[in-house]
């Protein structure tokens, strides 16, 4: 039975397809989908981080003072730090598994863009570990007593910001693959360039509060956001490909 | 199409590689033509894994040059990315997913468009039709080459093998089979170097290339 399998194999010369490079949009839909599937596998993984969220942002009531009036004024800051720790728990992971099995490897060799397959991976990242916030983040803020409008800024500066968090994310999870202690070394890296996608996040509901509006830090974020999107694929893609030389 | 009267396969030209601050080897010169393999010898530690990097381009070389149908090749061009398959040590499939999964994934990553019934009867070549919903995490280490078998069996479009020990743990019958996939490859008018330890069951004669001689 196998010995006839053989024997089919070695008649047939001609090729099953002929390859073709995939485009941008089928390379990142391919890791996108690649790695949600994935991160469907480990749940539990993404409701540490969840978990890991909410536990911080109702421990600040019980450390500070639940005097409503300053919990309403910290509220923001403190979604957001916690929105940031948050982000850092699920970074290692991002290329360092796949480093490790060496379809990262499979990666950098394909035909695809690598740009775009890293595209690919940190949108799914970000719908597995960023997305999650976004959504939690109105509990969180009712849990501080802020209004209605107020949320709604939160969530969205939350949207426009985390992105860009996973993106500074993805640069150093990239550059230091391979290094040793790399998670640590990931928070020191990431933290210091977080700090200004924090002020303006933070200081959006913050501004809103004191009826300045919120537009100022809003664009600021959008410009971040986008900047992320366009400069981070080809810097992560050129990280990871120093990492395999 | 190439040039008339240039070389139509793999050359490489006075090529050295390191590792860290180690020279490997130097001065090497290789010349696979289609149709034809050679088999890659070598002390542990002697480059062979190195070389099949540097050729595939997750490596650079520290001199030399590295010719594709007789222009050299860019490490970063669609085209000889998808005509040069890469299959190292860590054969890159992922524990999560199962058999079928990880086939289907690698050969779209690879620009293979494979029906599904000829996934299944890839995975049937190679003897793992009952193991196709396993999680990855559950196979043996044979049964994982036998993946990387499957994957090479849909790949004679890409011309250029580059196996690093593909015989690792495959038992008698998986090296027959790996055997008549590189016979078949190179019928088909493929090119293959391999670096292994033991001589694969192949009907074509390889040409042998040893790192040995070659340390600096």
């Not at chain 2, 590792?19 to 034809?36: C, K, N, Q």
């Not at chain 2, 070549?125 to 090479?152: D, I």
Request: glycine letters at 10%.
């Amino acid at each position: 039975m196998q010995r006839d399998a053989l024997a089919a194999l070695a008649r047939r010369t001609a090729p099953v397809t002929q390859p073709a490079p995939p485009g941008v949009i089928a390379a990142l839909r391919w890791a996108c989908a690649r790695d949600l599937r994935l991160a469907l596998r480990s749940r539990s993984e993404l409701a540490l981080i969840v978990v890991f969220f909410l536990l911080v942002t109702s421990l600040f009531p019980l450390a500070v003072s639940p005097d409503p009036e300053l919990l309403r004024a910290m509220a923001a800051g403190i979604v957001w730090v916690a929105a940031l720790l948050a982000s850092l728990l699920g970074l290692a992971r991002l290329f360092a598994a796949d480093h490790a099995d060496g379809t990262l490897e499979q990666m950098v060799l394909a035909p695809a863009p690598l740009a775009a397959l890293v595209a690919g991976k940190v949108l799914a990242h970000w719908i597995a570990t960023g997305l999650p916030l976004v959504l939690l983040a109105p509990l969180a803020g009712l849990q501080f007593g802020l209004g209605a409008d107020a949320i709604g800024v939160l969530v969205v500066a939350l949207a426009l910001g985390t992105p860009v968090l996973s993106w500074l994310g993805a640069i150093a999870a990239a550059l230091t693959l391979g290094a040793r202690g790399g998670s640590s070394l990931l928070a020191l890296l990431v933290l210091p360039l977080a700090v200004p996608v924090l002020i303006f996040g933070a200081g959006s509901v913050e501004s809103y509060a004191a009826g300045l509006g919120a537009e100022a830090h809003l664009s600021l974020l959008t410009a971040g956001a986008i900047a992320a999107w366009v400069l981070g694929p080809a810097v992560t893609a050129l990280a990871v490909k120093i990492a395999h030389e | 199409m190439t040039p008339t009267g240039t070389f139509d396969g793999l050359e490489a030209r006075a090529l050295a590689c390191a590792a860290g601050y180690r020279t490997l080897f130097a001065s090497l010169d290789l010349r696979i033509a289609p149709g034809e393999w050679t088999m890659l010898v070598g002390a542990n530690g002697s480059g062979k894994s190195t070389l099949l990097r540097t050729i595939a381009g997750l490596a650079r070389p520290l001199a030399g040059e590295i010719l594709w149908r007789g222009a050299p090749r860019k490490p970063d061009d669609a085209e000889w990315r998808a005509q040069c398959v890469y299959q190292g040590h860590a054969a890159g499939w992922k524990d999560a997913f199962d058999v079928r999964e990880n086939l289907g994934l690698q050969l779209a990553l690879d620009g293979l468009r494979v029906p599904r019934a000829e996934l299944d009867a890839a995975i049937d070549r190679v003897g793992l039709a009952r193991q196709a919903k396993l999680p990855f995490a559950r196979l043996s280490a044979g049964q994982r080459r036998r993946v990387s078998l499957a994957r090479l069996s849909c790949s004679h479009a890409r011309r250029l093998w580059l196996l690093d020990e593909p015989g690792t743990a495959l038992d008698a019958d998986g090296l027959r089979l790996l055997g008549e996939l590189v016979d078949a490859h190179l019928r088909a008018g493929g090119l293959a170097l391999v670096a292994t330890h033991q001589p694969l069951p192949c009907n074509a004669t390889p040409s042998r290339l040893s790192l040995d001689e070659l340390r600096p």
